[in-house]
């Protein structure tokens, strides 16, 4: 096998695997040759400059290559992706190679100073930012159109020759992680710090943040519990659990943003700067200049853009947010048959028709949700955004808007059209708890099932091809490469934000929601981790600062909560009952509660820094040095 | 006179003054000596290197020092604040000495490439900036302690020996100024780049809004003229004006971040990276280590502040507000007294006696409100902020809550406990035209008058001392030195918030007040440009890309005039009719559509992006070139 070393091999032999590239099968020759000889190049000649070695299959094509680096290659890599590190003055630096001796744990032959996922970004921060130079096409392929400076990697990928590009996972490592994360039954706060070494730091803060969520609602249920256990129903009680609820909501999202702070100053990625964003892949235009970089690259009019979004995604949307309310109100009149008909006719077949209507309606929601999330992509893409950002950050506010209203809009209408506060509570308790359910079995846990017998197949196959039971490095590729690919933290941060609505949204009328959720957010932990470390691919690395978009929607979700609560605790018998002669009263002094408890949810976002005192003096010192170093210039 | 030329006036006999230090009477020769030594020593020797001249007033005293500097230093000095300057190719770039041919309009006999507020503005940072060395007093007056790295001249007002410092007029180039300001009666806008030349970008700025403000009322103007002339009464037009209000506040403030953002970067300031704040003037503590700069300053612990802060202010400020609240109940109970009075002897007398209630009111707030001003002053100094900027922020919180509650409780008690509309209309009506009256006056015909009537007193003097009648450039800084101090756009600013209360709280109550605002901004401009022009000492220029915590005051009193005026409609006699039957039902729609409104503001003030997308690009451009100068590197 030495044969298919590639040049760069002579000077350095103890070549790592780090990422797997897969090619389409029957992919011609002079491409794989240009492609990988692109990768091998030196800097200077506009290449990679990485190392790169084909992997034989068992039908002995050559479409598998690994990629890999020298260490100095990986330095000067990490300075190019501007990593962040700790010094040995314990402060935290904008890595570069020349100050390399400054840093904590950095020796020469030190290969563990960069961690496998860092090394990984940096191979594929590098692998993407292979550019064309004077090539108008794709060797091999004359339809793969090229243009000086467009990402190489891009290309193949859209033209389907480059089938997927992964991260290799580390047995070893991920084994230590397995066993210190979920490997004891204990209960122990998780190890971000090697889930972030492992997984990235966007993978490291939603187990995070999910953790910091799950802590955050403890005091929520505690209070809840008393509630169920002691059916208390005097409203007094209720007021102050709900007005508890709201302000301690404003508070831990707020102590999140300082939390966050704390971890990602100690990541690093809080003080990484943001790297120019190129276009996202499946941004297509006519070629023109790009304004900002002044490069020949496709353009697309920003006004085009804004008509499609206004004038195609957003009437789109609203029908389908229409067409979400009309079958919700087909199921308030199929309940209502239901009950009709049980009345009529009492017997065991009619008790079991009572159930009817909420399984087609859950089954419903279900495939609406999964269809709507095609045509959001769908539409989305169509909207052809420049950056990938942007993209996501579209797309979630179209999936967020849905899914909100198919999945509360029932709990709404129960509650503020039919008043119904004991049928609230049943559905309440039934969506949450089933979805939950639903949610960790469709996520983790069948996939895993899945997983564990396609291994079982390929081992199988594999055995009867060689003898040796130990699995090599072209099992792990092979194995790996048929797992499913992690599409980033959106369901899960999604997930969570469901549960925070049933949590938060009527809480004054379940209070045993905060007490459900804790339970399941303590498994939810353990079948994420799963998941990420047994189902699928390993997933590249992505440095983050905060949780982005998600801290607007649990904060907008938050403040909806105020008015929900309010009216409901307003429409309460208990609180009726104090204003016996003025209904106007009432609805006066619950407007009056709401506008104030907004306005302290307000105050209160605005008083509490958003970074520890710490943080905010050790960033001041980093830009008081910067600020001195132009100085000395 | 030659003689008292520094020693640096050998190699630059065009002595330009530009700053005049005004030293106390009797100051002792050795510290005047030290001082100014310390300006014109050498940068490498720890000086600031600028010129100075001493003024002989007419008994012979040198407490009078004017500073100038070289074209060279001047050029030197705008590197070091970080000027912002376009160049050749109409891009905005920092100014850096080494890439000066670059920028457009320099040349090395250019003088005028840097306006001459620029270069007032680099003396006085450098003048702040002249720091102590190895001195452990300031010579002359061992009680005035000094440390290294401790402004000079900082010490030297805080003791009293320096009793100020200013920057002269260019009175050809105010003249020019004027004309082209307010000396044709001739609508149209105004100089902003004329103005931000002599005075400064924060001046200017205010200008600019004050204008943009102006212009954003006509609509409101406009349609409330109608509502006047024809007594409209329908309260389904009072809907639709106050809806159009509400939304169009929310329009202005957003748009205005986009102008605000378009004038800043012509002007440089958007660009402009934030300079290290060093502790302001006050600014007292025990000698330690800032952790920031590592050097030795005097430090001050933060949890002492916040007891402070809200422990003594805190209680402090909600007594005041309590106090103005029982002021306004006194008020209420001397009307109805009036009112009983004249109901009761009906004479020339008693109808005379129902104004003197609102009358003492008036005078009463207005009391109270320099009272108070002082009070927070004085409050806000001793809880030791370490920047200006945050003594500032706290300065302007405290007082925004007292103007706000003086100013509109008793309006609020009026509409929401009196349910008077028709008193409610007569007082905003009185209150917003008396205040302005009362601003305009003392503001600056006032001041314009006292000051005329001392420069002919001061000329007399003149001439009775010399007999040329030509201002010289003694008279001048004798006559500039005896002019107010302006104390910043903190009260031009408030007058313009106070007044937006006036017009979108009970908008729909008084449509006619946005006609009253539009008259009065429209003097406002000339009497506030006259002012700075005629009355006041010129002051510094002071760099800033927007008008800071006034946009988030006037968004929040937008937020309030949406809950205001949801109310007034809902309680107005016209809309109860719509709803004969239930009370209830009316309460709930108003509720529902101050909801509504509320959120389509949010989502307006999310969706319009506050810079507009050719400033963005520019931004983005610059951006990205910093980031590639990092990568050649």
New interface residues.
């Given amino acids: 096998m030495a044969k298919s070393w590639s040049v760069l091999d002579t000077f350095e032999m103890n070549f790592r695997p780090l990422v797997v590239i897969e090619l389409a099968r029957g992919t011609k020759k002079e491409t794989i040759e240009w492609f990988t000889q692109r990768i091998v190049d030196k800097k200077s000649d506009g290449g990679a400059q990485l190392l790169v070695k084909p992997l034989v299959t068992e039908n002995g094509d050559e479409i598998i290559y690994l990629v890999g680096a020298s260490h100095l290659r990986l330095l000067l890599g990490a300075e ?1 992706v501007g990593l962040v590190k700790e010094c040995n003055d314990s402060s935290m630096r904008t890595f570069t190679y020349s100050s390399r001796k400054t840093f904590k744990d950095f020796a020469d032959d030190n290969h563990n100073f960069l961690t496998m996922a860092e090394c990984q970004y940096i191979i594929k921060h590098e692998l993407e930012n292979l550019r064309a130079k004077d090539e108008k096409i794709i060797p091999g392929y004359p339809q793969a159109k090229l243009y000086p400076g467009k990402s190489i990697v891009r290309r193949l990928l859209t033209s389907g020759i480059l089938v997927q590009i992964f991260p290799l996972h580390d047995r070893e490592e991920l084994k230590k992680l397995r066993h210190s994360w979920y490997g004891r039954v204990k209960v122990r706060y998780q190890p971000l710090d090697e889930i972030r070494c492992y997984f990235g730091e966007t993978i490291a803060l939603y187990f995070g943040f999910l953790e910091y969520f799950t802590f955050a609602l403890i005091p929520m249920a505690v209070i809840g519990i008393p509630y169920y256990v002691f059916a208390w129903e005097d409203y007094d009680k209720y007021v102050m659990f709900a007005t508890f609820n709201l302000l301690w909501s404003t508070v831990i999202l707020e102590v999140w943003k300082r939390v966050c702070a704390i971890v990602t100053y100690r990541w690093g990625t809080l003080l990484m ?1 943001r ?2 964003e190129e276009p996202r892949p499946g941004f297509h235009g006519v070629l023109g200049i790009n ?4 490069r020949e690259e496709p353009v697309y009019s ?1 006004i085009k853009r804004q008509i499609r979004i206004y004038l195609v995604s957003l009437p789109f949307v609203c029908l389908c947010l229409y067409f979400s309310l009309y079958v919700m109100m087909i199921y308030f009149d199929l309940e209502q048959w239901a009950l009709d008909y049980h009345e009529e006719n009492e017997s065991n077949f009619s008790s079991l028709m009572l159930f009817v209507p909420s399984i087609i309606y859950a089954v419903v929601i279900e495939i609406m949700n999964r269809i709507y999330r095609y045509a959001a992509e769908f539409l989305t893409s169509w909207e052809n955004h420049r950056l990938e950002s942007s993209y996501q950050n579209h797309l979630i506010l179209k999936v967020l808007v849905f899914n909100f209203l198919n999945c509360f809009a029932s709990l709404f209408y129960i509650a503020f059209v039919l008043f119904d506060m004991k049928l609230l509570r049943q559905s309440l308790a039934t969506l949450l708890i089933t979805s939950q359910i639903l949610n960790q079995f469709a996520e983790s846990l069948l996939p895993y099932w899945l997983q564990k017998r396609q291994k079982k197949r390929m081992k199988k196959r594999m055995c009867s091809l060689k003898t040796d039971t130990d699995l090599s490095l072209v099992e792990q590729v092979n194995l790996e490469r048929e797992m499913g690919t992690y599409f980033g933290t959106f369901d899960d941060y999604l997930e969570l934000f469901l549960q925070f609505g049933y949590v938060s949204l009527f809480s004054c009328v379940y209070p045993l929601a905060a007490v459900f959720a804790v339970l399941n957010n303590m498994t939810e932990i353990y079948s994420d981790a799963l998941k990420m470390c047994r189902v699928y691919k390993r997933p590249f690395a992505e440095p983050t600062a905060n949780i982005g978009v998600w801290q607007l929607a649990f904060e907008t979700m938050s403040v909806i909560s105020v ?1 929900t609560n309010c009216i409901l605790i307003g429409m309460s018998p208990q609180v009726n009952a104090f204003f016996p002669d003025s ?2 009263d009432l ?2 002094t619950v ?1 009056l509660v709401e ?1 104030l408890l907004l306005a302290i949810k307000f105050i209160m976002a605005f008083v509490i820094p958003d970074k520890p ?1 710490d943080i905010q ?1 050790k960033l ?2 980093l ?2 040095e910067s ?1 001195e170093a132009l ?1 000395q210039q």
């Fill in positions: 190019t700067k790297q120019f304004p900002i970089t002044g920003s008015v209904k106007m609805i006066l407007a506008h005192r003096i001041a010192k830009e008081f600020l100085k």
